[in-house]
């Protein structure tokens, strides 16, 4: 991809730009007008990134027979246990609020996840051999990163009384104290401060350094499920733009890659559009027509149930599958020292990436 798609969609600085204009919107009294075009961007961009690359997961990985071969009991296990969910949330609609408590409780380990993933290929790329201390380092940061977001959804951080989400109500956690999430938060920035400190020493001894696109990214998630500072703040534009506009364009752009990178240049445009528009119609279908239709069957069902119904058991077996995905072929790769990706796409093929 192009330095400026790597800094918009992969690095997360779509995100804030949007978030920056809309927060800059709500200090405006005259700025309705902008905040309903940005408010529809948003719209779009779950669609047209968020829900496409959802899509996309479970697209490719499924036409692919090597890939079949190896992982078909989790894909299976996965897709009955995403069924099954779906029956429960429609039989029984007072847990939907719960469903999505749970899903924002693991959203940010499955983000941190994709993040070091992608971190891991900008280094592929540079040839850069970031060393096993140093994976290890990142890969506490994002532990504690997504760890410290948890503990904001458990706590009353923000001084919530009450939110709504997919039009459910959700009564906030205050399970924890305040104190935990600060606490967390300075091992974050300690652990921040480590790894910009490492990477600034090796620039000044003129040693291989990390991709300047994988520190990027790397801040950018950690700032995102940082609450603290000025980025308090900001949290609730961000996170408007967050989810499609880095974590699923982020992974759309790296399945555009690695396909353009096995077509002919003649087929490369034809071949992306393809497979994009492949997925898009697909999440079309299953996040706006299948709810409608759910509820048209069954009047009893409200929207907001069903939409939630679908939502959670798509993002439960995304989630799965593409843990499956980045971390699968990890045991095979040991040998040669590094990591090995098995990456689906909506084409259906796979791409081996050696890290």
């Known amino acids: 991809m192009s330095p400026l798609v790597d800094v918009l969609f992969v690095c997360g600085g779509a995100v804030f730009l949007l978030a920056a204009g809309y927060s800059f919107c709500l200090t405006q009294s005259a700025g309705s007008h902008q905040l309903g075009y940005l408010s529809a961007v948003a719209v779009a961009s779950v669609l047209i990134f968020g829900e496409t690359h959802t899509v996309a997961t479970m697209v490719g990985p499924a036409r692919d027979s090597v890939w079949g071969q190896r992982h078909r009991a989790a894909g299976f296990a996965a897709a009955a246990v995403s069924m099954l969910l779906v029956l429960v949330l429609l039989a029984l609609p007072t847990l939907a609020p719960l469903a999505v408590r749970l ?10 996840r994709q993040v070091y993933g992608v971190i891991l290929l900008y280094c592929r790329k540079a040839d850069y051999h970031p060393g096993a201390a140093r994976r290890r380092l990142w890969c506490l940061l994002f532990h504690l990163t997504a760890l410290n977001w948890m503990l904001v959804q ?39 401060l480590v790894t910009f400190a490492d990477a600034a020493l090796l620039t000044m001894f003129r040693r291989a350094r990390p991709p300047f696109a994988a520190m990027l990214t790397l801040l950018a998630v950690c700032l995102f499920f940082l609450p603290v500072g000025p980025s308090r703040w900001f949290q609730g534009p961000i996170w408007l733009y967050a989810p499609a506009l880095f974590h699923g364009s982020q ?68 989630m ?17 020292g590094g990591l090995k990706l098995r990456v689906g796409h909506a084409g259906g093929a796979v791409m081996d990436l050696a890290v």
């Open 103 to 112: 899903y924002l409780l693991a959203v940010s380990w499955h983000f941190t």
């Open 154 to 192: 458990l706590s009353n951080y923000f001084n919530i009384r009450s939110e709504v989400l997919f039009l459910q109500n959700l009564t906030p956690l205050h399970i924890l104290p305040v104190a935990a999430v600060d606490f967390c938060s300075a091992f974050v920035i300690a652990l921040l």
């Open 251 to 318: 992974y759309l752009c790296v399945m555009g890659w690695r396909l353009a990178a096995g077509a002919r240049s003649g087929e490369q445009v034809g071949l992306l559009a393809g497979s994009y528009l492949r997925c898009f119609v697909l999440a079309l279908l299953l996040f706006l027509a299948l709810p409608w239709l759910l509820h048209a069957l069954m009047p009893a069902v409200a929207y907001a149930t069903a939409l939630v119904a679908v939502f959670v058991s798509a993002q439960l077996y995304h």
């Open 320 to 336: 799965v599958m593409d843990s499956v995905i980045w971390k699968g072929e990890k045991k095979t790769a040991a040998t040669s």
